[in-house]
């Protein structure tokens, strides 16, 4: 496989310093992404440059992923207004460890093979860096013009900046450098890739590179991925989407990707998946034939899901999506752990009920109309019953006289209430 014909294709290619290419076919090249340590799992955000390094290693290269273990501590001023928070070390260790678990999913670290992933932090070389070493060693390599020449300084700096810069932003560029200089010397990585703002900084690294070592060192970034309306990739009302099943459920990580637009699945299913060329264009055809029976997202939920988790929780994302729309029975809905069930009706109507009552049971008729105000009267829903217009827990319900006991309880809390075909409502036993 061509690294950068893949890339080239799949629309993953923003800029590349000449001679990138002919690198990479002459001999197996180490390359590496850094990725910020400061939270112990990665977001989909970071996906892009994994799948670059995946696409790497698939080509025969050498992937090295980076937890910025000290750059993490002092922000990077691409794009960015807010410097970050000091992590302690072992906080930064145990995110070290979180996030080589879910890289390991994407590369291969463990075999013997010569182009095995590998993960390095620099925390390891920085934190013994006195500040007159680097100011000795790095800083007297890179002018301050060449510095301020950078787009992600300038638009700091410039008339229309609000908050300026520090002087630990500044100097970011240089430390990204230092850590491209390191792995040049250390591991002979001559390519470091990422996302198009960080091209000022990548290219600090490579001139650091050039004047301190007479090296050749390369760079190669992908487009910064966004939504077709123009808003921000990977984010939404309740805020990122993580890879950590406890923080993003594999229901709601499934629900994002198919649910995006078109015009977007599109473009992602050629960046978040291994699917060849042909395949995909086979996908884009049926779309277009067929986009009421969205192929595409469909595809892309699956793929994605499954890297990420596996095909077992795609199957239960699959089965949990269905239960909005009366595909369902009670017992796939039992089957729902509490935090699927709860991301399944979010903003669904709920009524609490004590534990104690269930005990002993609550005919139907008090439930509703007493106990909670799911309906306004009893005569309303013996009316619903005898119309066939009540379920509950997916089934429907004949009986005027039936006692919801703590039997009726999904994942030992919630009973669900249907009324009609779309209106939900959750009783919890608290």
């Known amino acids: ?20 290419e002919e690198q990479l076919q002459k001999e197996m090249t180490s390359a590496y992404i850094g990725i910020d340590p400061t939270a112990d799992s ?12 995946k696409h790497f290693q698939i080509a025969g290269h050498k992937p090295l992923a980076l937890v910025g273990g000290a750059t993490g501590m002092i922000g990077d001023p691409s794009g960015k207004s807010l410097e970050r928070n000091l992590l302690d070390e072992k906080t930064l260790r145990h995110n070290q460890e979180c996030l080589k678990k879910q890289l390991a999913k994407f590369l291969d670290f463990e ?4 182009n095995a992933a590998e993960l390095v932090n620099n925390y390891d070389w920085m934190k013994d860096f006195s500040f007159l070493d680097f100011i000795r060693d790095i800083g007297k390599h890179i002018t301050v013009n060449y510095m301020m020449a950078k787009d992600s300084v300038k638009s700091r700096l410039g008339e229309d900046a609000k908050m300026g810069m520090s002087f630990t932003e500044f100097s970011y560029q240089l430390v990204q450098g230092t ?7 250390e591991k002979n990585c001559k390519l470091q890739m990422g996302g198009s703002d960080q091209w000022g900084n990548i290219t600090t690294g490579t001139e650091l590179i050039r004047r301190k070592e007479s090296g050749d060192a390369f760079a190669l970034t992908c487009p910064l991925i966004t939504k077709a309306d123009g808003g921000k990739f990977g984010k939404t009302e309740s805020g990122n989407i993580w890879l950590d099943p406890k923080l993003t459920t594999p229901y709601k990580f499934y629900q994002f990707w198919l649910n995006v637009s078109d015009a977007d699945a599109e473009k992602y299913i050629k960046i978040f998946t291994l699917l060849s060329k042909q395949e995909i264009d086979e996908l884009v055809k049926e779309q277009e034939a067929a986009p009421h029976l969205r192929p595409l997202q469909k595809r892309l939920a699956k793929e994605v899901t499954c890297m990420v988790h596996d095909e077992q929780e795609y199957e239960k994302a699959v089965e949990a999506s269905q239960i909005l729309f009366g595909k369902a029975t009670t017992e796939s809905l039992a089957k729902l752990d509490k935090e699927t069930f709860l991301a399944v009706f979010e903003g669904v109507p709920t009524f609490e009920i004590d534990r104690a009552k269930l005990d ?47 039997s009726d309880l999904i994942s030992e809390a919630y009973v669900l209430v249907q009324k009609g075909k779309k209106n939900y409502y959750i009783i919890e036993a608290v």
């Open 179 to 185: 850590d491209f200089l390191h792995l040049y010397k």
């Open 42 to 53: 990665l977001h989909i955000g970071h996906l892009v440059s994994v799948m670059m390094l």
């Open 111 to 114: 075999s013997d093979a010569p």
């Open 360 to 406: 002993a049971g609550v005919p139907i008729i008090e439930l509703l109309a007493a106990e909670t105000a799911v309906f306004p009267s009893k005569g309303e829903v013996r009316r619903t019953i005898k119309g066939n217009g009540l379920s509950l827990n997916k089934a429907k319900l004949t009986d005027q006289d039936y006692s919801v006991s703590t």
């Open 1 to 20: 496989m061509n690294f950068i014909e893949e890339l080239t294709w799949r629309g993953m290619i923003h800029d590349m310093k000449p001679g990138t």
